[in-house]
């Protein structure tokens, strides 16, 4: 293969030209067709013929996986947090790139279509699934990577995804249940219909509860909940007839998530029974990861990927953490995966998020490294 390192080098202006024509595309959970059609078109016009764009928006690039029973899949999504109504500005102050979205996960998507490119022009023969999936952040509801374990049924081996910083590993996966929450009542007006009952006090009575739960403690376990959003009312001088919030509660460890769930469900029940007119959605699954999966298989990509982080990244050492990732779905699937990093990023979901410059080169190092190690 040609050396890597000439291979950055040389491609070092492609890499941060195409970082920022991606970065300011707008590409919402659920609307990330514009930042597909780019990337696929992208890897077209570096000879990459056989990229497409699948049902669930992911951009898909197979290597050598026709016959292979055994494929591994490399990915990192092209969905941000952000809506189509924030201003995704691209500033470069010569060490950090700003632009919301940029690290989680605009960069990695980059990394890994300039990976493909190398790897498509290097005679690569191994099995390999890459993979720009969409519906990573939050109602995404990891979208993409389903619909790849649904697409390859039965042929995936291992997964890695790109969406860190370059000294953290993710082996462990948070699962989350997430709820809209709609509180409705007759209303009126606030001075000739006062009395009537108000969604917002009873949505807020809700809360309350909510935040009243003592978490299940549990060694090597932590388990958190969270209102993320209300809405309702419809001037200061009406007695609000809806009102809604957006919750949610995570934890690493099954047992737990399904205590959360048994507390949430006895909050909604004891307002249904008060009388309060409540509907509660499902709005977002992500799984834990199953109680019977190989550790040792998780444990062996988690050293591969620690050994090649460190040989490129010398700055501090690799440790382990959980976290809500595509990971979740192999994982409760028992098929061995893990999340990396390849650039260092700050600030992320916020306006303010930027990432360092210097560690995008050594992200892409670290990309081209890690697929054949480990897929040998």
Known sequence: MNNIKNFIKE???????????????????NDEGERAE???NWLINKGIKSAYIDEAQNVIVPMNIENSSEITVIEAHTDIVFERNIP???????????????????????????TIEYYYHNNFDKPVLFVLNSGEEGLGNLRGTRQIFKDFEGRIKQFVTYDSTLAKINTRCV???????????EGGHSYT???????INQLAQIVNEIYKIQVHNKENAKTSYNVGTILGGTSVNTIAQQAQML????SDDIECLGYMKNQFNNIFENAKNKGVDLTV??????????KDIDIKKIDMLYETCKSIIENVYKEEKVFSAPGSTDCNIPLSLKVPAVC?????????HTYEEYVEKTSIPLGLEISINLVSAITK
């Open 11 to 29: 491609n070092s202006e492609d890499l941060f030209k195409t970082i920022k024509e991606l970065a300011v595309i707008p590409a919402p959970s």
């Open 175 to 185: 699962g989350s249940h997430r709820y809209l929450v709609t509180v409705k009542t």
């Open 340 to 348: 990396i990093g390849v650039c260092n990023g700050f600030k992320s």
């Open 281 to 290: 959605e499902l709005v977002g699954e992500r799984p834990c990861m199953a």
């Open 88 to 114: 995704l500005n691209y500033v470069d102050d010569g060490k950090y790139i700003h632009c919301p979205g940029i690290s989680d996960d605009t960069v990695s998507a980059v990394v890994l279509m300039k």
């Open 193 to 199: 219909a006062f009395g009537n009952e108000n969604a």
């Open 38 to 40: 780019f990337c696929k």
């Open 247 to 250: 919750c949610e509660y995570r």
